[in-house]
């Protein structure tokens, strides 16, 4: 595998160019608008919302109708403030570059598409920019794909495969058909066990990409670029997709990604998830759990603390140093409107008092969780049977956590006893409330 790809950095190709006939909305798919008040945006600015939420993002090419009137709506579309959303800054205008605050921007361009669809993403992949080593290919119609489908994408490719699909098992009963006269009988039932149904966004080294495309040039019989890539031969991946990368196509498709829309917190405010519970009590496990489940950063002040030890800071002075560092990390994550989950025992009214300051200055959505475990005999066989996962670190004995300050934490959202609910169903527990 060659260095630059798996450091490369990642373009996208925005397909917006089709006019939505089965949609009967009477206006280009990606200008429809999805989702009322707060949540209503059109379908294009819903998708390129997640694609910025793309590790290693550079530039993104958002495809066009031709027509000039298609063509000047979506550029006004894009170029709407940015949606906030978990991502990274973006200029509209097509340029790149670090932010006046040191960030690096997302170029963002608008091209006009062509005839046919592979004469659109042939336009997205011209216009850009060299030194992209991977391609991404998504249809703005699958605008609610998670973040989590396009970075398996990228590691995939990354890794060393030349193209890269996610997909879904097909849980149907395919039949395969021919026309008999008026009607059509079935010549074949495939066994669906081998079957999987593709989504995008496709992903590709971008030599492949453009060798697979330069090969079909002039031709209408693929449906998609990964098709392009078998046809020369290549080896196309499978990644798992995601429900939610639905191709809006028809209007039913269109009521429900209104309700998904509706259901985003992201297109609002963003999530922080603060724990609070004494050693053992199975915060670090819930908080992995969690953070899977929501594609949030795991803020753990283990770990900052031990790094501070590292750095030369006598273990003694760690103390509430450890808590402002984990804040200050949290509060750039939320500054970039990505979700948190905060992981530290946070005993005192004054430690929780600055967590909730943090969401009310940022805007975040605080959830504040207190896990217990109430069965001391539990809790002592957990104390007494952890081991450091951080090097360096001294985990309390039971003496120690039996001896320390604790308050019920009034107002928290949640109190979970983790002697009697598992890891997974607490972070299911906390999820719903998130959502």
């Known amino acids: ?16 160019a089709g006019r939505g006939t089965r949609l009967a909305a009477g206006r280009p798919k990606g200008l429809v608008t999805v989702g009322t008040g707060v949540h209503a945006r059109p379908i294009v600015v819903h998708a390129l919302s997640r694609v910025l939420g793309t590790r290693g993002l550079r530039h993104v090419v958002v495809v066009a109708p031709a027509d000039e009137a298609g063509l000047q709506e979506m550029v006004d579309a894009v170029s709407a403030p940015a949606p906030a959303l978990p991502g990274t800054p973006r200029a509209a205008d097509g340029a790149a570059g670090p932010d006046p605050q040191g960030h690096q921007v997302v170029a963002v361009t608008v091209v006009p598409g062509g005839a046919e669809r592979p004469d659109s993403v042939a336009a997205g992949l011209a216009a850009l920019p060299a030194g992209l080593d991977v391609v991404l290919v998504h249809d703005a119609a699958r605008a609610f794909t998670p973040a989590a489908v396009f970075d398996r994408v990228v590691a995939a490719v990354r890794s060393g495969r030349d193209a890269v699909v996610p997909a879904l098992p097909v849980t149907d009963t395919v039949k395969q058909v021919t026309t008999d006269g008026d009607v059509e009988v079935v010549t074949a039932t495939p066994d669906r066990a081998g079957l999987r149904a593709v989504q995008t966004p496709q992903g590709f080294r971008r030599a492949t990409l453009e060798r697979a495309h330069g ?94 030890v590292r750095a030369g800071l006598p273990a003694p002075e760690v103390g509430a140093r450890g808590y402002a560092v984990a804040l200050a990390v949290a509060a750039d994550q939320v500054a970039v409107r990505r979700p948190v989950v905060a992981d530290l025992v946070n005993a005192v009214p004054e430690a929780r008092a600055a967590w909730e300051q943090l969401a009310e200055d940022t805007g975040a959505r605080l959830v504040r969780v207190e896990l217990v475990c109430p069965d001391a005999a539990v809790h002592r066989s957990r104390v007494e049977g952890r081991a450091a996962d951080i090097d360096g670190h001294r985990v309390p004995t039971w003496d120690e956590v039996r001896g320390q300050d604790w308050s019920a934490w009034t107002g928290a959202e949640l109190t979970i006893d983790t002697a009697t609910t598992s890891v997974e169903d607490a972070a299911a527990l906390i999820e719903e409330v998130c959502r």
Do not use: F
């Not at 595998?1 to 917006?16: K, Q």
């Not at 098709?227 to 196309?236: C, F, P, R």
């Not at 405010?269 to 004494?278: H, I, Q, R, T």
């Not at 753990?300 to 603390?305: G, I, S």
């Open 215 to 308: 090969q079909a040039r002039g031709e209408a019989r693929h449906t998609d670029d990964a098709g392009m890539v078998e046809a020369l031969g290549g080896h196309v991946a499978v990644v798992p997709g995601d429900p939610r990368a639905l191709k809006v196509t028809t209007p039913g498709d269109l009521q429900l990604a209104a309700r998904w829309a509706g259901e985003d917190r992201s297109a609002g405010e963003p999530v922080l998830v603060v724990l609070a519970g004494l050693p053992g009590v199975g915060k670090t496990s819930v908080a992995r759990a969690l953070c899977r489940r929501l594609d949030a950063a795991h803020v753990r002040v283990d770990t900052v603390e031990q790094a501070l």
């Open 1 to 16: 595998m060659e260095a630059d790809v798996a450091e490369g950095d990642v373009g996208v190709i925005l397909v917006a």
